[in-house]
């Protein structure tokens, strides 16, 4: 099969990888139709963050091709939504409803796992991972959306229930990408009627009010937060909403937040330090963390297939696999929010 390759910081390929088959009697083999690039592949590619050699790319959606013989809910023929970490649904984190904490899961697309961004995945623990889409004749629309499902439209729910979003809340939302962008949709979704969202880039702000921002803020570091701050006659928002992971991103959502609120912070964090004075005299919590995205599916795919919520319009550039280089530069250059693969039919 063909499927996009890293092959270390800048190289990133189309190459061939061997079709995979049924391992495990709870395998299943997914046929990929759409996959996307995530935020954090970019890190990878920058070199930042380290990644095994080989397959990448863990957003994707599918039809079913093949199951194992213990696989009991899905059958060939199956359109499945893949959360971007496999799990086996039985473990004590699982059980907990940390899915993305599995003791036996991992990610798609590392590791030598199969990825996304090829033409087929092995996908363990089929039963337990992935999400059976009822059957249907689904719009482009709402399959984008069935795909941001497998991770940011679940990163940003996280984001907003880790912060505890409630009805006739003030949220402020720090991050404009993908996930931020959804956070704002989740913000929305749980109640909230104020929802601030910080962003520069007019196409994003755009979308963010589409998506129920009710105010756009520009300003960034001490200048945001001292306007937040007046916005909101000096006590600061309910939540916040951190969806970047860097120092200033973190630093603005625990500026922002007043006493007792929460930050949900889902950002991959780079030089983020948490202020514990902050923390301890104020009396502002953190949660957060990577989404267990296969608790959350469930809960949104029905928002997603009656139009309630379309976090697929994240998406606003589209390559083909062997364009993979494309779908890549386009983020990294801010050109693309979030760049939509299209892989099978």
Not at 49 to 70: K, M, R, S
Not at 306 to 317: A, E, H, K, M, S
Not at 322 to 338: G, P
Request: glycine residues 14%; proline residues 5%; aromatic residues 6%.
């Amino acid at each position: 099969m063909r499927a996009t390759l890293y092959g270390g910081p800048g190289d990133i390929t189309v190459g061939e990888r061997p079709d995979p088959r049924l391992e495990n009697p709870t395998d299943a083999i997914v046929r990929v139709t759409l996959g996307c690039v995530c935020g954090s592949d970019l890190w990878y590619y920058r070199g930042v963050n380290p990644h095994a050699l080989g397959p990448i790319g863990h957003e994707f959606i599918g039809v079913v091709e093949q199951v194992g013989a213990d696989v009991t809910t899905l059958r060939p023929g199956d359109l499945v939504v893949a959360p971007f970490t496999f799990c086996d649904g039985t473990c004590a984190n699982c059980a907990a409803g940390w899915t993305g904490n599995c003791l036996n899961g991992g990610s798609f697309g590392n590791h030598g796992i199969d990825g996304g961004q090829g033409e087929y995945v092995r996908a363990p623990y089929a039963d337990a991972t992935l999400v059976k889409v009822p059957a249907g004749s689904y719009s482009d629309t709402t399959l984008k959306s069935l795909l941001a499902l497998s991770d940011v439209m679940c990163t940003g729910h996280h984001a907003a229930a880790s912060a505890g979003v409630k009805a006739r809340d003030t949220v402020a939302v720090v991050g404009d990408g993908a996930v931020g962008l959804c956070a704002v949709i989740a913000a929305r979704r749980l109640g909230a009627e104020r929802i601030i969202a910080l962003s520069r880039n007019p196409v994003r702000q755009a979308l963010a009010r589409a998506f129920g921002a009710t105010d756009i803020i520009a300003e960034r570091g001490d200048d945001a937060t001292k306007l937040i701050m007046d916005m909101t006659g000096g006590i600061g928002v309910d939540a916040a909403l951190e969806c970047v992971g860097t120092g200033q991103s973190m630093a603005t959502a625990f500026g922002i937040a007043r006493v007792g609120a929460i930050v949900g912070a889902v950002g991959v964090p780079h030089d983020a330090v948490v202020p514990i004075q902050t923390v301890i005299f104020r009396n502002v919590g953190l949660r957060g963390g990577v989404a267990p995205a296969r608790r959350y599916i469930p809960e949104l795919l029905d928002d997603v297939l009656t139009g309630r919520i379309n976090p697929g319009l994240v998406f606003d550039y589209e390559t083909e696999l062997d364009s993979i280089n494309d779908a890549y530069n386009a983020m990294l250059e801010r050109r693309a929010t979030k760049s939509l693969v299209r892989i099978g039919a």
